[in-house]
Every structure is written in C-alpha cells, then in structure tokens.
Nanobody, 119 residues
Framework: VQLQASGGGFVQAGGSLRLSCAASGSISRINDMGWYRQAPGKERELVAVITRGSRTNYKASVEGRFTISRDNAKNTVYLQMSSLKPEDTAFYYC??????????????WGQGTLVTVSS
C-alpha cells in the first residue's frame, strides 16, 4: 500500500493550490483521510481530516480557506487551498487509515509535497 501526493508548488500570497493524494495497493477500505503539514523547525500538525462519510474537521487557522474532499471510488483525497498566506509554507503530508485486503490496519503516509507561499 502506498500514498502518492502531488500538487505542491510556489505561489504568491492570496493564491491557490490543489493537493491530491492517491492510495494504491491491496486496499479493502479507507477510513479517515487527512492532510498534515510541517514547517521548518516546527512539529507536524493536522491541517484537515475527512471521514469516509465526508465529515470534515479543520485546523482553526485554515478554516474557510482550505477545503478537504475525497473520492472513495478513486481512493483519493484532495486539499483545495485558497487565500494562501506565507505562514502556510510547509511540507504537506497526506495520511490514511487503511484496512488492507488481509484485514490489517495501516496508518499510511504519503511523501511530503512542498508548498511555498511568498509575501
């Protein structure tokens, strides 16, 4: 099982980016999916999470600017980021709670994708 993230890049403040993360492999079911971020010198923090039933929860500082969504048929989670601020600059990591076809539970992580917001 692996998660492949994409969509990071460089953007000016006020701009938008969309991150995607697709899960592949021996997957039976994916429960919660989420996005975390880690800025240089800081700890990794939760940005947004979405349940299989599409209930969402956001870090307070991104609520109203970021939108998390998922496509269960494609095993993919998205993060639409708007009104970006320099303080949003970080490596963004996707996460998924996966039940494999062998009925193991995995807490899977994608590789980080860098988002850089200039002032």
């Amino acid at each position: 099982v692996q998660l492949q993230a994409s969509g990071g890049g460089f953007v000016q403040a006020g701009g938008s980016l969309r991150l995607s993360c697709a899960a592949s492999g021996s997957i039976s079911r994916i429960n919660d999916m989420g996005w975390y971020r880690q800025a240089p010198g800081k700890e990794r923090e939760l940005v947004a999470v979405i349940t299989r039933g599409s209930r969402t929860n956001y870090k307070a500082s991104v609520e109203g600017r970021f939108t998390i969504s998922r496509d269960n048929a494609k095993n993919t989670v998205y993060l639409q980021m708007s009104s970006l601020k320099p303080e949003d600059t970080a490596f963004y990591y996707c996460n998924a709670r996966i039940i494999t076809t062998e009925l193991s539970t995995l807490n899977a992580w994608g590789q980080g994708t860098l988002v850089t917001v200039s002032s």
